[in-house]
């Protein structure tokens, strides 16, 4: 029988960039913050914010993983160059990013299928830049809708909660 419980270090991804695998399981000990990306979305200048927390927060343990989605007003239409080059050029993201996936539905990547059941009704992503909240040990621990600009403050917070937690 599989007493296994499933955290967040079961899932894997492939990068952007080469399209090499990225399993979750490399970020254990770390805080993982998982958002679904959009380069042609009204929430897109949330890149600026969202790179801005990976820079103030990456040397305590933060790793913010982006995943371009095409599913919300096929807002994310660009092939993997064309994401990495306006990722890069306007708003100067370093922190990972993957390849374009499905985030909603029945054919959503493994990872937000499981998401939606680990945090119930109204969990799954409704739009663009939705964000996942992973502790160190790989459990969900929260997430926000797309309205929650990374820089408020009750944002910050929870990170810093997160952040604190003994590994």
Request: positive net charge; charged residues 15%; hydrophobic residues 35%.
């Amino acid at each position: 029988m599989n007493t296994h419980t499933e955290t967040a270090y079961d899932f894997s991804f492939f990068t952007l960039a080469g399209n090499h695998p990225l399993p979750l399981s490399d970020y254990q000990g770390k805080v993982l913050l998982i958002v679904n990306v959009a380069s042609k979305c009204g929430f897109t200048p949330q890149y600026a914010s969202l790179e801005k927390l990976y820079q103030t927060y990456k040397a305590r343990g933060l790793v913010i993983l982006g995943v371009p989605s095409n599913d919300f007003g096929g807002q994310e239409p660009g092939s993997a160059q064309e994401i990495s080059n306006f990722c890069q050029i306007n708003y100067g993201v370093t922190f990972p990013m993957t390849t374009k996936e499905c985030v909603k539905g029945k054919k959503a990547h493994p990872f937000y299928l499981w998401a939606h059941k680990q945090l119930g009704f109204g969990s799954a992503p409704k739009w663009n830049f939705h964000k996942y909240l992973i502790n160190r040990h790989g459990a969900l621990t929260n997430y926000f809708y797309s309205i929650t600009s990374p820089d408020a403050p009750r944002f910050i917070q929870a990170i810093e909660k997160i952040l604190d937690e003994c590994q």
